[in-house]
């Protein structure tokens, strides 16, 4: 028999507060097109984006993990020194150790919180908040941030026709804490590495010579992207609904990872969601942001009233691995 006592978590958990942050510096169109063959019409068309925010010498990954965080934290009504775990997700976060969020917990004035960064792509917020709720439930933590934080445009080929226009910056964060409900389902998650060539980094960081070759980038092969995302994803979308054991007209907010307006358009259409659904459409002011598009979409659809606190969510992020995670949760 095991001496060792049970967890005392809480029963749930939920999502608190939420807060995004925006390059100040707003990128139209016209200026990709300084550098590919293309036109506006084309990009709109194919992505849906018309701006993306990219950032300054200053928003560095942290300042904007900072900022995004501080809002989250005063929208759940907590003090930073309650957070008790601090998890951030980003690609482009360039010094390999020690963990930029070990920055951000000190920076914030949390009080020694755990910190640490993932790798998840365009699915890492997903992960972070399945993470946050394991803490949360298990007892290591009363309440934990969740940071979903790019700097694209350091990863970004203005050269390569196919990915020049998708990506921005910005920053998303959300405070996890205890519930006495359930408001964070069941994730659905995994990974399909057999497709890693379809989105990765065109050179190794050990591989680039600045003497002779480009600064690395993210490269995609889009219509291999395009299909899976659209036929795939939707059916992981549908696995998170019936693990939270709802239907799509129990849906009142869908908030997608802002890849592509199309491909959104596309698992609308395949999830069959009613008219009353409200469906993020973020990308089209603030491009690909990674594992910062659902946090910032989130926190645009609340602040622009288009969701509500106690909506019914669903949120799903997909990219390069290719790594998924889906989920269903009540908006705080």
């Known amino acids: 028999m095991s001496k060792i ?11 608190l507060g939420v807060g995004g942050y925006r390059p100040t510096r707003v990128v139209p169109n016209e200026v990709i097109l300084e550098k590919i063959d293309s036109s506006d019409e084309w ?11 990219w950032a300054s010498d ?16 005063a929208d759940a009504g907590i003090s930073a020194e309650q957070i008790g775990a601090v998890v951030v997700s980003t690609v482009s976060h360039f010094s390999q150790t020690p963990a930029v969020a070990t920055e951000i917990a ?32 298990e007892g290591s933590a009363e ?19 196919a990915t020049a226009f998708l990506f921005g910056d910005g920053a998303g964060a959300v405070v996890v804490g205890p519930a006495q409900e359930p408001a964070i389902g069941p994730t659905v998650w995994g990974s399909e590495g ?7 980094q065109t050179v190794p960081w050990n591989e680039y010579d600045s003497s002779t070759g480009k600064f690395p980038a993210i490269t995609q092969e889009g219509q291999a992207v395009f ?13 998170a609904l019936d693990a939270a054991g709802i239907s799509p007209d129990d849906l009142d907010v869908f908030i997608p990872h802002q890849a592509n307006e199309r491909i959104i358009d596309s698992m609308v259409k395949t999830l069959k969601l009613p008219e009353h659904v409200t ?45 998924y995670a889906a989920t269903v949760v009540t908006l705080p």
Request: proline fraction near 2%; charge should be neutral; charged fraction near 25%.
């Open 194 to 200: 057999d497709k890693s060539e379809t989105i990765k």
């Open 227 to 239: 299909r899976w995302a659209v036929f795939e994803m939707a059916k992981v979308a549908q696995q």
């Open 143 to 161: 309440y934990v941030l969740v940071i979903g934080v790019e700097r694209l445009s350091d990863l970004t080929d203005l050269e390569d026709r």
């Open 43 to 53: 990009i709109r068309s194919r992505s849906g984006i018309e701006t993306r925010h």
């Open 106 to 137: 000190d920076k914030l004035g949390t009080d020694k919180a755990a910190a640490f960064d993932i790798s998840a792509g365009c699915a890492g917020f997903g992960y972070g908040l399945t993470l946050a709720k394991g803490m949360i439930v």
């Open 5 to 15: 006592k049970p967890s005392k978590g809480a029963p749930y958990a939920r999502i």
């Open 279 to 323: 469906v993020a459409r973020d990308v089209r002011t603030t491009g690909n942001t990674s594992a910062a598009s659902i946090p910032l979409a989130m926190e645009r659809l609340l602040a622009t009233g288009e969701a509500k606190s106690g909506d019914t969510a669903l949120v799903i992020g997909f990219g390069a691995g290719l790594v």
């Open 58 to 73: 200053e928003e560095t990954v942290a300042a904007m993990s900072i900022e995004a965080s501080g809002k989250a934290i």
